[in-house]
């Protein structure tokens, strides 16, 4: 099992060898997280997304799926993206938002990523309430099978480093 950690603090500026990105479908950058990590890590990031969409992903990449690309200019190798799920009271989509930290450490082993860095997937703009997110997102991991042996939570205010570090017993 990864040891898990959190952080208050920025992601762009995380020495790990793979973060996270909360992408939006396109993965052609955005706001919060995903427009952060595209600013900060160069077009190298952008390019290789570009391709991702011109080969594998032309509709966009699927909500609780992820992919990696380089990290361009941030001091991690590589960015993996994943595209959380919008929040709503109609319907429950945990399962989604389960599924992108799942599929980030799979896609982490798949490119020997011994330290992986989160954000608060979904917690945002899309809505899903921070003490739910950061509930799923722990438990996902403490569940997940992984050779990653650090997932460091990197959490951009106090209320959400204090939902997620809450989360552990």
Same mark, same amino acid.
């Given at each position: /099992?990864?040891?898990?950690?959190?952080?208050?603090? &920025?992601?762009?500026?995380? =020495?790990?060898?793979?973060?996270?990105?909360?992408? +939006? @479908?396109?993965?052609? %950058? %955005? *706001?919060?997280? &995903?427009?952060?990590? =595209?600013? $900060?890590?160069?077009?190298?990031?952008?390019?290789?997304?570009?391709?991702?969409?011109?080969? =594998?992903? %032309?509709?966009?990449?699927?909500? *609780?799926?992820?992919?990696?690309?380089?990290? *361009? +200019?941030?001091?991690?190798?590589?960015?993996?993206?994943?595209?959380?799920?919008?929040?709503? =009271?109609?319907?429950?989509?945990?399962?989604?938002?389960? !599924?992108?930290?799942?599929?980030?450490?799979?896609?982490?082993?798949?490119? %020997?990523?011994?330290?992986?860095?989160?954000?608060?997937? !979904?917690?945002?703009?899309? *809505?899903?309430?921070?003490?739910?997110?950061?509930?799923?997102?722990?438990?996902?991991?403490?569940?997940?099978?992984? !050779?990653?042996?650090?997932?460091?939570?990197?959490?951009?205010?106090?209320?959400?480093?204090?939902?997620? $570090? @809450?989360? /552990?017993?």
């Amino acid at each position: /099992m990864a040891t898990i950690t959190f952080v208050q603090g &920025d992601i762009t500026r995380q =020495h790990v060898d793979a973060v996270v990105n909360a992408a +939006n @479908s396109s993965l052609l %950058g %955005g *706001g919060g997280v &995903d427009g952060a990590i =595209h600013r $900060a890590g160069g077009p190298a990031i952008l390019n290789a997304c570009r391709d991702l969409r011109a080969s =594998h992903y %032309g509709k966009g990449l699927p909500t *609780g799926k992820a992919v990696p690309t380089t990290a *361009g +200019n941030l001091p991690a190798r590589w960015v993996i993206h994943t595209v959380g799920p919008r929040f709503t =009271h109609e319907e429950d989509r945990s399962d989604l938002l389960a !599924s992108c930290y799942r599929e980030s450490l799979k896609a982490a082993d798949e490119l %020997g990523a011994r330290t992986v860095a989160f954000p608060a997937i !979904s917690t945002g703009v899309y *809505g899903w309430p921070l003490d739910d997110g950061a509930r799923i997102a722990v438990e996902t991991v403490r569940a997940t099978e992984t !050779s990653v042996e650090e997932v460091r939570f990197v959490l951009f205010d106090e209320r959400a480093y204090e939902a997620f $570090a @809450s989360q /552990m017993p």
